[in-house]
Each structure stands twice: as structure tokens, then as C-alpha cells.
Nanobody, 119 residues
């Protein structure tokens, strides 16, 4: 079983930065694909960034060059460094995990944390 707890959200002015963290419990954490998703008001939940067991990273086009996903398998923690934030980044952000490979639906979800970017 995997449990995911996000932190680090909040409100920031456009152009600012936030760093999200997700502490994961479960075995074996190092064998999970980890990801960040987000859901804006009135929209569906969309993938932001994925990082595989082997460290292969994929970003959605809208955040390339601005967001950085990373994982610390010793601390069982996933990070999302968000720089140059834009109002369209406003959403609830969710940490997600999937056994082994990143393809397909995610298996576990955090409760989500809000990120609000004002213009």
C-alpha cells in the first residue's frame, strides 16, 4: 500500500516560485513511477510531470522549462520545483504513484494541495 501526502502549496504572484513536496509511505517506494497532476476549476485532472523508476522524466508542454520534478528514494519524497509561475498554473496539485511503469492510470493519489497564482 502507498500513502501520499503533499505540502508546499500556497499563493504566489505571477513570476514567483513554489516547491511542492510529496512524502510517500509504502513498499517498495523506489519501484513506483511518481507523478504530479493538477486540476483547475471546471477542468479535468491532467498530468504535469512524471518520473520513472529509472529517473526518466516527462513534462506536459505548458510547463517545460519552468517546472522540475525530482525524487529522493532515500527520503521517499517527490518534489516539484515550480518557477516563473503563471496564472494558468492555478489548480489543485496532486501527487500520484503507480507500480513500476508510468504508462496507464495512476494507482495511488494524494488529497491534493492548492496553488494560486495571481496576475
Amino acid at each position: 500500500q502507498v500513502q501520499l501526502v503533499e505540502s508546499g502549496g500556497g499563493s504566489v504572484q505571477a513570476g514567483g516560485s513554489l516547491r511542492l513536496s510529496c512524502v510517500a509511505t509504502g513498499y517498495p517506494y523506489s519501484r513506483y513511477c511518481m507523478a504530479w497532476y493538477r486540476q483547475a476549476a471546471g477542468e479535468g485532472r491532467q498530468g504535469v510531470a512524471h518520473i520513472s523508476v529509472d529517473g526518466i522524466i516527462t513534462y506536459t508542454d505548458s510547463v517545460k522549462g519552468r517546472f522540475t520534478i525530482s525524487r529522493d528514494n532515500v527520503k521517499s519524497t517527490l518534489y516539484l520545483q515550480m518557477d516563473n509561475l503563471k496564472p494558468e498554473d492555478t489548480a489543485n496539485y496532486y501527487c500520484a504513484a503507480k507500480l513500476t511503469y508510468c504508462n496507464g492510470r495512476m494507482d495511488y493519489w494524494g488529497k491534493g494541495i492548492p496553488v494560486n497564482v495571481s496576475s
